[in-house]
């Protein structure tokens, strides 16, 4: 919805990755459905930073996590406990500030809801400065508690689970202004089509169905070769696999040879990927936040490997402890787990069973009630 007054809700995420910006996606049509509608626009926030830039350090972050993953493990790990007042937490909050101020001043949104790190960093230390007094609203995208999103000037935390809200607390903040509501998805996959419809529309048969993704960007390593391992083990069953944006990517999976008993179908990026959740039995790949709320919310389990090291990681063990999923952490144990998951029903079930437990599909409403709150003041 384009403002065309300053009584606006401004949703500033980030072109890392898509989970940001389907996060902000999902909140936009739950403000959407208030009654009365929440007027709103979103922003990607790097671009007041530089839209040269922006999209240089976003190919070297996908670049770095697919090829690189330690370079971001110690990146991720080095900042998960710095101090708000640390220089380098001084200079992420200086990330586009001026350009920022300049566009709150010039709009004058009511709320600013974030769905990435940074501009919620950036917006208390504008909030710190007595530069602006919008409500600084924080969407965390990942089941973790990171220093990143950890800022003294938030007024409201929405986080995805109680887990998440009970280690903020112990990280000293305010019980008060954090709702656990769940990760916030489109309305879409609470409404599923029938297994049936969906797989009479891809030709699809009874053998079970795998859902294998590596991201919208393709970030796992050396996809092409575990997914070749897979079908090795010529088990009866459809992989449907995801490429995302990579081209490359794509045509690497498309090369791999069909199996007697395993069929292969390749795909790019995919919009309407809650009718291949549908079509599916298990997901098979990485622990991106929204990828596994988006899972659960489906209510089925998930096969987790190679998770991006850092926030990935934290969400793969939230899925393992809630026996969700499971979480292979060695190629050597790969095949294994994949061939359990595929001939062993019962287990599919029992983890299907977790999965359903998790599911919070009132999250995007709660979070638009929320907001509307804070709108009014």
């Known amino acids: 919805m384009s403002p065309t007054h300053a009584d606006c809700v401004l949703l500033l995420s980030a072109m890392y990755g898509e989970g940001h910006r389907r996060a902000a996606q999902a909140v936009?049509?739950?403000?959407?459905?208030?009654?009365?509608?929440?007027?709103?626009?979103?922003?990607?926030?790097?671009?007041?930073?530089?839209?040269?830039?922006?999209?240089?350090?976003a190919r070297t972050y996908v670049l770095s996590v697919r090829h690189v993953p330690l370079l971001w493990h110690a990146f991720y790990s080095g900042t998960s406990r710095i101090a708000p007042d640390s220089s380098i937490q001084r200079f992420l909050n200086g990330l586009g500030r001026g350009r920022l101020l300049h566009h709150l001043q010039a709009r004058g949104p009511r709320v600013v809801v974030n769905t990435f790190p940074t501009p919620a960093g950036v917006l208390s230390t504008l909030k710190g400065r007595g530069e602006v007094n919008v409500p600084n609203l924080v969407v965390i995208t990942d089941y973790t508690v990171h220093s990143q999103w950890l800022h003294p000037h938030v007024d409201r935390y929405y986080v995805g689970s109680d887990s998440v809200r009970e280690g903020m607390i112990r990280r000293g903040v305010p019980g008060e202004r954090i709702l656990a509501t769940g990760i916030p998805v489109h309305p879409r996959f609470s409404t599923l089509p029938s297994r049936a419809e969906?797989?009479?529309?891809?030709?699809?048969?009874?053998?079970?169905?795998?859902?294998?993704?590596?991201?919208?960007?393709?970030?796992?390593?050396?996809?092409?070769?575990?997914?070749?391992?897979?079908?090795?083990?010529?088990?009866?069953c459809q992989l449907l696999v995801i490429a995302g944006r990579d081209a490359q990517l794509r045509a690497a999976l498309e090369a791999l040879p069909q199996g007697r008993r395993a069929s292969l179908r390749v795909f790019g990026f995919v919009e309407d990927i809650e009718r291949l959740y549908a079509a599916s039995d298990f997901v098979f790949g990485k622990a991106g936040g929204l990828t596994v709320t988006e899972t659960l919310q489906c209510g089925l389990p998930m096969l987790i490997f190679r998770p991006i090291p850092g926030q990935e990681e934290v969400n793969a063990a939230f899925v393992a402890d809630a026996h969700a999923g499971v979480w292979v952490r060695e190629q050597a144990d790969l095949r294994a787990a994949f061939r359990a998951f595929v001939t062993d029903e019962a287990l599919r079930e029992r983890l299907s069973q977790g999965s359903r437990r998790l599911r919070r599909p009132a999250a995007a409403a709660e979070i638009a009630k929320d907001v509307a709150h804070w709108h009014a003041l």
Not at 28 to 54: C, I, K, M, T
């Open 198 to 236: 969906v797989h009479a529309e891809l030709g699809l048969d009874e053998r079970p169905t795998v859902l294998a993704m590596a991201g919208a960007y393709g970030m796992i390593g050396g996809f092409p070769d575990i997914v070749r391992e897979l079908m090795r083990e010529d088990l009866p």
């Open 28 to 57: 936009s049509l739950a403000l959407d459905g208030l009654q009365p509608p929440l007027p709103h626009w979103e922003e990607d926030y790097f671009e007041f930073v530089d839209h040269r830039l922006n999209r240089l350090v």
